[in-house]
C-alpha cells in the first residue's frame, strides 16, 4: 500500500473527491452547513486543511467578495486544489500555502498570513491533532479572527457510547448500501498513513470535548449546527 500523509486517505489523488463522497454520507451538505454558517459579508477567509479545495470552491461560489488563504502541508492536495481553483477561474481570490496548522498554532511567527481572518474553517482534517494540539489551534485560531470572527469544522467525533458507536458503523453500511457503493472496493483505494508533522491517523475526540476546548479557546458563543451520526459541523463566535 502507498505511504501518504495523514488525511489524504487515497493513494492517488485524483481518486479523494469521488472517493471521499462514496466514504462518507452527505459529504457535499457537511460543507455546504459551514458555508452557510459564515456571514456573507467575510471578506479574508482561512482554511486549514484544503485538501483538493472543494470547501475553498463552495465559499468562493457562494461568495463573490471573499478571498480565501488556504493552509495544507499535503503538496500533492494543495497542487489539485490550485488546478481546480484556476479551472473555476478563481485564481485570483484563493492563495494556497504548503503549511501544517499544528506548526502555525505553536510558532506563528513562521507563516506569514496575518490575523485579521473574518472567518475560519476546516473540513475533515483537525481530527488528526492530539487533543493537545486541538486546543492549541483553537486558541491560535482566536487569535487570528476578528473581532466578531467566526469558527467552523466539519469532522468526525468519538461516537458517545459503545452502542452507538456500533449504530454509527450500521448507518454508514446502510447508506453505502442503500448508495449502490462497494466499501470495500473503495477502500482498496486507500493509501497508508502513519504520523506527518503534527498529525497522525485518527485521534477523535467527543462532541462535547470539541465543544468545551471551543469555550476554552475564547469562543463565547458554541453552537452545533449539524450533525448526522458521527460527523458534526461544529463552531461559534468570539
Ligand atoms: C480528508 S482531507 C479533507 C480535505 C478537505 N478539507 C475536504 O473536506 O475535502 C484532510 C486534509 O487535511 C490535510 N492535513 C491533515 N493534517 C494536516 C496538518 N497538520 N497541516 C496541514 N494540513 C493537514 C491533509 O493533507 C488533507 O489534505
Known amino acids: 500500500m502507498q505511504n501518504v500523509f495523514p488525511g489524504e486517505v487515497f493513494a492517488n489523488t485524483a481518486d479523494f473527491d469521488t472517493g471521499i463522497r462514496q466514504f462518507l454520507p452527505r459529504y457535499d451538505e457537511m460543507l455546504e452547513v459551514i458555508t452557510l454558517c459564515i456571514s456573507s459579508t467575510s471578506r479574508r477567509i482561512l482554511e486549514l486543511g484544503c485538501g483538493t479545495g472543494e470547501l475553498s470552491l463552495k465559499i468562493l461560489n457562494r461568495y463573490p467578495e471573499a478571498q480565501v488563504i488556504a493552509l495544507d502541508y499535503s503538496p500533492r492536495m494543495l497542487e489539485f486544489a490550485q488546478d481546480k481553483i484556476t479551472a473555476a477561474g478563481y485564481q485570483q481570490r484563493w492563495t494556497g500555502i504548503q503549511a501544517d496548522f499544528g506548526d502555525w498554532a505553536n510558532n506563528p511567527e513562521n507563516l506569514d498570513i496575518g490575523s485579521e481572518f473574518d472567518a475560519c474553517v476546516s473540513s475533515l482534517a483537525i481530527h488528526h491533532l492530539q487533543d493537545e494540539m486541538k486546543l492549541k489551534l483553537l486558541e491560535r485560531i482566536a487569535a487570528s479572527l476578528t473581532q466578531d470572527g467566526c469558527f467552523w469544522n466539519a469532522d468526525p ?77 461544529f463552531g461559534g463566535w468570539l
Open 157 to 233: 467525533t468519538l461516537p458517545e457510547s459503545p452502542t452507538l458507536a456500533e449504530v454509527y458503523k450500521a448507518a454508514r453500511k446502510e447508506w453505502a448500501v442503500e448508495q449502490g457503493i462497494n466499501l470495500t472496493e473503495i477502500g482498496a483505494k486507500r493509501g497508508a498513513s502513519s504520523t506527518q508533522g503534527y498529525s497522525s491517523q485518527d485521534q477523535l475526540a467527543s462532541l462535547d470535548a470539541h465543544l468545551q476546548m471551543l469555550s476554552k479557546a475564547g469562543f463565547k458563543t458554541v453552537a452545533v449546527p449539524w450533525k448526522y451520526y458521527g460527523l458534526a459541523v
